[in-house]
Every structure is written in C-alpha cells, then in structure tokens.
C-alpha cells in the first residue's frame, strides 16, 4: 500500500494518536511526562512496526507499550497526584462550568482513590471507551477479570461519590442557613 514503513507508520497513527494521547495523559495527569511516554511509545512502535500483522491492532499495542512504560516510570518516582486541578484544567475544554469542573475533579479524586488495576480499567473502559477484549489485552489479562475490575470500580465510587455528596449537601445546607441568619 505505502512505499516505505514510514508513510505506512505514519498513515495508522495519525488516525489514532489523540487517544493514545488521551490515555497516556490519564495515566500521568502530567503533559510533560505525557510526552516523554508518548515519545517512548512511538520509537517503540515503529521500531517493531513490521511484527503486526493486523495494523487495526496498532492502537492496542500502542496502549499497551505506553501502559508499560508508564509503571516504569511511576516506579521510579512517586505517586501521581490524580487530583490536581492543573490536570483537570488540561483535560476538559474551557466553556464548562465550574460547578462541572468541581465535579469532575471530584470524580477523578474518587477514581485515584481506587485499587491501581480498577483505576486503569475503569478509565480505558468508560472513560476511553475501549471493549473487554481489548482492556484484556492491553492489560495481558481475562475478560472476565476486566469484568469484575470494572464492576468493583463501579461500586467502590458510587460509594465514594455518595459520601462525597452528602459532605456537599451538608455544606451547602450549613451555607443557607448562615445566608438566612
């Protein structure tokens, strides 16, 4: 199809680079280390481009390269603040509310607080959208164990996000009442 494995490199991951972009910046809430993974990652790839047979699987394997090195990295240094409010800023588009940005914050201070295999499992599910088959596969293990990660995450942060509720409503309750005396 293409003369040299450059164009042919090139042509299958411009149709995906933003998600891996997206996912990579999920896994470090950082745009610097973001990019030294991404950068990583690519090298990498094409460096083994040739080895994958079904290029519809680039996308995949691009996760799972930049998953492994990611715990590379987060081993060598301390734990990623999932919280941080430059993170969120970086992630969402600007014409949203604050009150919407609260939330998000809050719903990705309840995702850091899960157990590091949900964390990832819930963020390439429902928030990158990839299927079982896939999480399996990036994350080298069963369907049925990206089930149970995801239905635990599922729980654990209707929980988290319940509490988290109630602590607002209280607040905002003890507020009115301020307002009115």
Known sequence: MFDNKQEDFL???????EQLERYVLNLTRNRNDAKDIISETILIAYQNFEQIENKVALLSYLFTISRRLFYQEKYKKKRIDYSSTEFID??????????????????????DELEENQRETIILAEIMGFAH????????????????????AKKALKIKLKIEEEKRTKVENLNYIRASI
């Open 11 to 17: 042509f299958h991951y411009d149709a995906i680079k």
């Open 90 to 111: 970086e992630l969402i588009s600007d014409d949203i509310s604050q009150e919407d940005k609260m939330d998000i914050q809050i719903l990705y201070k309840a995702i």
């Open 133 to 152: 088959k896939e999480i399996a596969k990036i994350q080298d293990t069963t369907v049925a164990n990206i089930k149970i990660r995801i239905f635990r």
